[in-house]
Each structure stands twice: as structure tokens, then as C-alpha cells.
């Protein structure tokens, strides 16, 4: 079955405690994206990459690394979580060019105390 | 630059028709999305249209565009309660794998 899987589902940590974000798809695509969800604010952009050792920041990119060494594997790392950072996590992947259509994970929600 | 515009909710009855609008700035978008969201689950799309067609439909679902106002509609026929969830409207550009969303628009069904 197609899919992107994110790990995991649900993330309580402490300020400062560095965490990964796992983030897997199936279906090689070269394009994968993390959003981060917040009441009133929709969907934005965290990271983004085109492929495999290329990553570009996308809207809300501070306090956040990304690392792209395999085609299906994009993880999100917080070096220091701050509470600010709490929030509903979304990957995204897509081929390139085409339709653009982008599937989704089923998200992570992170709480940092 | 770039920015997508959407009510934020919309309440109706079941068996009504539920109208979702949406509206966008950059006039090179290339195709348009409708995404749904389900209560505790990711984004799932529903449909997409590419910027020379006016309207497609499929099934329940009209998408309408006005490319002269740059405006985007979701029209849902005999709207059930599972159709309640959040809508969000998006934009691509031609050559460009990166997607503007809407702020989305909670749809409520009731009985």
C-alpha cells in the first residue's frame, strides 16, 4: 500500500531534549515536505527537499533540521524543543512535476513542557 | 507573493448542498487542490483542477474556477455528516513541487 508514514503518532518531551521525527514513504518520490499545523494559522512549511542531499528552508524553518541521505527517508530534528514548538507535525510527499498532488502522513503531535 | 484566503467555517444541514470558498492571489498558479481533513488524521485530497478548466466535477464534488477573479469553490452535493471535517484550499506553480495551503474551513454537519 502507498504511503507515508511518520513516528511516531504522539511525542510529550521536555524543553532542551533533543528528539527526531521519523518520516517514510513508499512510493519514490523525489519531493518531500514538513508542515507544521496550528489553530488559525493552517499549514506551514517547514522544510522542503527536491531529492536526495538537496533541502531548502521552507516559511517557519527556525528550530528545526532536516536530512535527506535516502530517497524515502526525511526526518525532522529538533536540536532544543521549546514549548513554542508544540504543534501538529505533517510529511508530505510527491513526485516531481506531474499533478504536484502531495499525500500525507497521518501526523505528530508534539507537546514540549 | 503568494497567499491563499478561506472562510474558516461553514455550518449546514444534512442533505444540503455546503459551498466552500476559496481565493488566491498568484495568477501563475497551475493547479488547485482540495484537501479534506478528518478529525485526528492527515490530510487526504479530494480533487484538483488545472488553471485552464472552469469546472470539474466528480461525484458529490463541483470545483468551480474563476481564474479573472481568481477565486476557487468546493461544492458538496447531499452533504452527510461525514463530510464533516476541514477543507483546505491549495496552489501550486507550474515547475514548482511546492504547495500553498488556505488557513482551511471547518465544515459542521448536523442532523
Known amino acids: 500500500e502507498a504511503q507515508v508514514t511518520q513516528n511516531p503518532r504522539y511525542l510529550i518531551t521536555v524543553t532542551g531534549k533533543k528528539l527526531t521525527v521519523t518520516c517514510s514513504q513508499n512510493?519514490?518520490?523525489?519531493?518531500m515536505s514538513w508542515y507544521r499545523q496550528d489553530p488559525g494559522l493552517g499549514l506551514r512549511q517547514i522544510y522542503y527537499?527536491?531529492?536526495?542531499?538537496?533541502?531548502d528552508k521552507g516559511d517557519v524553518p527556525e528550530g528545526y533540521k532536516v536530512s535527506r541521505k535516502e530517497k524515502r527517508n526525511f526526518p525532522l530534528i529538533l536540536e532544543s524543543p521549546s514549548p513554542n514548538q508544540t504543534s501538529l507535525y505533517f510529511c508530505?510527499?510527491?513526485?516531481?512535476?506531474?499533478?504536484?498532488?502531495?499525500?500525507f502522513g497521518a501526523g505528530t503531535r508534539l507537546s514540549v513542557l | 507573493g503568494e497567499d491563499v484566503e478561506q472562510s474558516l467555517f461553514l455550518s449546514v444541514r444534512e442533505g444540503d448542498s455546503s459551498v466552500i470558498n476559496c481565493t488566491y492571489t498568484?495568477?501563475?498558479?497551475?493547479?488547485l487542490y482540495w484537501y479534506k481533513q478528518e478529525p485526528g488524521a492527515g490530510l487526504q485530497l479530494l480533487t484538483y483542477?488545472?488553471?485552464?478548466?472552469d469546472m470539474k466535477q466528480d461525484q458529490r464534488l463541483t470545483v468551480l474556477l474563476n481564474k479573472k477573479d481568481k477565486h476557487l469553490s468546493l461544492r458538496i452535493a447531499d452533504t452527510q455528516t461525514g463530510d464533516s471535517a476541514i477543507y483546505f484550499c491549495?496552489?501550486?506553480?507550474?515547475?514548482?513541487?511546492?504547495?500553498?495551503f488556505g488557513k482551511g474551513t471547518m465544515l459542521l454537519v448536523s442532523p
Open positions: 508530505a510527499s510527491s513526485p516531481q512535476g506531474g499533478k504536484n498532488i502531495q499525500y
Open positions: 512510493m519514490n518520490h523525489e519531493y
Open positions: 527537499s527536491m531529492n536526495v542531499e538537496v533541502t
Open positions: 498568484d495568477s501563475s498558479s497551475t493547479y
Open positions: 483542477i488545472f488553471s485552464n478548466m
Open positions: 491549495a496552489e501550486s506553480l507550474s515547475g514548482y513541487s511546492t504547495l500553498t
